[in-house]
């Protein structure tokens, strides 16, 4: 049995799953980026007591199950956005419409719509701003120059990373570096 999870983003989010699971003596077979399973261990489905309270947990912490094809589909496609971004500087990457259709294993056009329908935004204009968080993250911590992160993100140049973000945050990155205000940041499981 699985169960699909709304807003596990990183490594960390897995940890803090894993001990929900723990504390409350649930056995599962592996925990990855939006999925619990639980192998063979309760059959069809949890106790209704054991999912109400596993929810809460996990509600606790940010995260939510998700209970229908389209959301679980639509965390998919954000889980294969943010796989994308962390190995972006990977030469002989996909392009991103590829990555996401082999990820989800659907077409691209059917992914884009229903993404588009139920956030109110496209694919794309979310990894935009996905890098963009990422770009704020490494300039917040101020070790690479602006072109180091551009490449580290993806960008072909300094000005296209500077114009789509001033774009998005009505800031140029060096006035946004010069603020040192995380207040500025999104946590990227709110996007």
Same mark, same amino acid.
């Given at each position: 049995?699985?169960?699909?999870?709304?807003?596990?983003?990183?490594?960390?989010?897995?940890?803090?799953?894993?001990?929900?699971?723990?504390?409350?003596?649930?056995?599962?077979?592996?925990?990855?980026?939006?999925?619990?399973?639980?192998?063979?261990?309760?059959?069809?489905?949890?106790?209704?007591?054991?999912?109400?309270?596993?929810?809460?947990?996990?509600?606790?912490?940010?995260?939510?199950?998700?209970?229908?094809?389209?959301?679980?589909?639509?965390?998919?496609?954000?889980?294969?956005?943010?796989?994308?971004?962390? +190995?972006?500087?990977?030469?002989?990457?996909?392009?991103?419409?590829?990555?996401?259709?082999?990820?989800? +294993?659907?077409?691209?056009?059917?992914?884009?719509?229903?993404?588009?329908?139920?956030?109110?935004?496209?694919?794309?204009?979310?990894?935009?701003?996905?890098?963009?968080?990422?770009?704020?993250?490494?300039?917040?911590?101020?070790?690479?120059?602006?072109?180091?992160?551009?490449?580290?993100?993806?960008?072909?140049?300094?000005?296209?990373?500077?114009?789509?973000?001033?774009?998005?945050?009505?800031?140029?990155?060096?006035?946004?570096?010069?603020?040192?205000?995380?207040?500025?940041?999104?946590?990227?499981?709110?996007?």
């Amino acid at each position: 049995m699985k169960i699909y999870v709304k807003n596990m983003v990183c490594d960390r989010c897995n940890m803090m799953v894993k001990d929900v699971l723990e504390n409350m003596n649930l056995s599962y077979a592996s925990v990855d980026l939006g999925e619990i399973d639980l192998g063979d261990h309760y059959g069809a489905n949890l106790a209704d007591d054991q999912q109400k309270a596993l929810s809460d947990a996990l509600e606790h912490l940010g995260f939510s199950i998700l209970s229908d094809k389209k959301s679980k589909l639509i965390g998919d496609i954000k889980i294969a956005c943010l796989n994308y971004i962390q +190995n972006i500087e990977n030469p002989d990457k996909k392009i991103l419409s590829e990555h996401i259709s082999s990820a989800v +294993n659907l077409e691209y056009n059917y992914l884009s719509h229903i993404f588009s329908a139920v956030e109110g935004i496209t694919i794309e204009q979310y990894f935009i701003r996905l890098r963009v968080e990422k770009v704020k993250e490494l300039l917040v911590y101020g070790e690479l120059t602006l072109g180091e992160i551009a490449f580290q993100v993806g960008y072909s140049s300094v000005a296209h990373l500077s114009g789509q973000f001033k774009k998005i945050t009505g800031l140029t990155p060096s006035h946004f570096r010069s603020l040192k205000d995380q207040k500025l940041r999104y946590s990227i499981d709110k996007l």
